[in-house]
């Protein structure tokens, strides 16, 4: 997880219907919003997904930095929000610098919770599943360098998974195939037989934590950024006021109809408006 440094602009009084903007590719940042209504349960909040935009992980870094960048300056010119959450590890290991550049709200990034992982492992052999464009920036081989030096940190792009996420949330099946690759992918590389620590560095990846377990067998921990996010969210706005002046709502980029497959979910997370943007 990253933050900006406030800028001037935060010091002045912020509207208390102003909202928390979480954007993301999907569906994955879901699981940030469901921490963050534990510890904010009166923030209102806008849910952004670029589903125009899906999957971010098979596009290019300069295909993913312009397309953030510019989706969150229209859409922070439209809703004026107090805060910005990139709740996307590809958007955030890509684009946070650029964001930074153009925004001058408070931004918090998501990265790979490779520092917490170091900290739990008892092998010193950690998984880490993400995106093909995650897995390969060099953000992660720094957070490698710092916090896991020493330690055995093996990485496996898992795309089918972002797949097998968005479809349980519309109550499909979930490909046990697209579970079986991941896991294999990181068992199958030197030392995999020793994971005692799996990154989930993706946001859509937790909604499939008991798939995962199942198929890594016991004895094996999963970690992600939501709860560190939520809490880092609360930080920032402490002492500012919370108003809903009407329902919390997602916005999608691409068509609505698959959108509205997802209704039940979204509820579930406190949506209760779908919209296009």
């Not at 935060?10 to 510890?39: E, H, I, K, N, Y």
């Not at 030392?191 to 620590?197: N, R, Y």
């Not at 939520?230 to 959108?259: C, K, M, S, W, Y």
Request: charge should be neutral.
């Amino acid at each position: 997880m990253e933050t900006t440094r406030l800028s001037s602009t935060t010091a002045r009084p912020v509207d208390p219907a102003a909202p928390v903007l979480l954007f993301d590719s999907g569906v994955g940042g879901l699981t940030v919003l469901r921490a963050l209504r534990d510890v904010l349960p009166q923030a209102p909040v806008i849910y952004a997904a670029d589903t125009a935009g899906l999957p971010y992980g098979t596009k290019s870094e300069a295909q993913v930095a312009a397309r953030v960048a510019g989706l969150l300056g229209r859409m922070t010119e439209r809703w004026h929000p107090r805060l910005v959450c990139i709740a996307c590890n590809t958007a955030s290991t890509i684009a946070l610098g650029m964001v930074r550049e153009v925004l001058e709200v408070p931004i918090v990034g998501t990265v790979p919770a490779i520092k917490p992982a170091a900290a739990m492992t008892r092998t010193g052999v950690i998984g880490l599943l993400g995106t093909e464009a995650t897995i390969r920036q060099g953000y992660v081989d720094r957070l490698e360098h710092e916090f896991a030096a020493g330690k055995h940190l093996l990485r496996c792009a898992a795309p089918g998974l972002v797949a097998a996420a968005e479809a349980k949330l519309r109550g499909e099946p979930v490909d046990p195939a697209a579970i079986a690759r991941a896991v294999d992918g990181l068992r199958a590389q030197p030392h995999g037989q020793d994971i005692d620590t799996v990154v989930l560095a993706c946001t859509h990846f937790p909604l499939l934590a008991a798939e995962l377990a199942a198929a890594f067998g016991p004895g094996v921990r999963f970690i992600d950024g939501a709860q560190g996010i939520a809490r880092r969210i609360a930080h920032l706005t402490e002492g500012q006021a919370f108003a809903r002046t009407g329902p919390d709502r997602a916005v999608f980029t691409g068509g609505l109809e698959a959108a509205r497959a997802l209704a039940p979910a979204l509820a579930a997370h406190g949506l209760e408006a779908i919209e296009a943007f």
